[in-house]
């Protein structure tokens, strides 16, 4: 069975940094890409940031130059850094991973995600 299990959410003020992380845990064979999604009330999941396992990166337009991922491959753990913080990123982030459990065998996983809170 794996698991994303993800911390580091919470409430801050605007202009405030989170740290977010994810960590995989379970009969994991490798990770391939691992990413952070985010859904405000309302609106659909999106993307805001992927990260491969050759540590190749991707971001949304609203967070670049704001926010910054990062991973540890020997703690199959992903890192979101979210600096100057606005109302607008306000959202529950998710986790998740593309991996195998086999050499044959891949599928994509969620975390439960966790809820950041910024207040102007």
């Not at 993800?6 to 801050?12: A, K, N, R, T, Y």
């Amino acid at each position: 069975q794996v698991q994303l299990v993800e911390s580091g959410g919470g409430l801050v003020q605007a202009g405030g940094s989170l740290r977010l992380s994810c960590a995989a845990s379970g009969s994991i064979f490798s990770i391939n890409t691992m990413g952070w999604y985010r859904q405000a009330p309302g609106k659909q999941r999106e993307l805001v940031a992927g990260i491969t396992s050759g540590g190749s990166t991707n971001y949304a337009d609203s967070v670049k130059g704001r926010f910054t991922i990062s991973r540890d491959n020997a703690k199959r753990t992903v890192y979101l850094q979210m600096n100057t913080l606005k109302p607008e990123d306000t959202a529950v982030y998710y986790c998740n991973a593309d991996l195998k459990t086999t050499p044959s065998w891949s599928y994509n996983y969620w975390g439960q995600g966790t809820q950041v809170t910024v207040s102007s």
